[in-house]
């Protein structure tokens, strides 16, 4: 799964700990009205974007509050489309 791959700090400091945290706040819930909105409306959102801008972390952070805070009525389905299983059998395994 791609969340394994996903960084939320960069740098390690001389105590062991993350240097710099990127806690995406703003971000984070522009992008969770967004992907209530889209959810309702249509149903699935594709994030794109250039490598490296955090468009994993911002998903995967967003995605996990909201189904955190509203299990009853949010579930997702994050996909990697880099990390695709190559037939549909197996993605079926992997979905569930």
Do not use: C, W, Y
Not at 53 to 81: C, D, I, R, W, Y
Request: glycine content about 10%; aromatic content about 4%; overall charge neutral.
């Amino acid at each position: 799964m791609a969340s394994g791959a996903v960084r939320n700090a960069l740098g390690i400091g001389t105590d062991g700990a993350p240097s710099l945290t990127l806690p995406f706040t703003d971000r984070r819930a522009r992008f969770a009205a967004v992907l209530r909105r889209v959810a309702s409306d249509h149903g699935a959102l594709v994030v794109t974007g250039p490598s490296g801008t955090g468009k994993s972390a911002l998903v995967l952070s967003t995605v996990a509050e909201l189904e955190n805070a509203e299990p009853a009525n949010f579930q997702a389905v994050v996909v990697n489309l880099r990390e695709l299983p190559s037939t549909s059998i197996e993605l079926q395994h992997v979905l569930g």
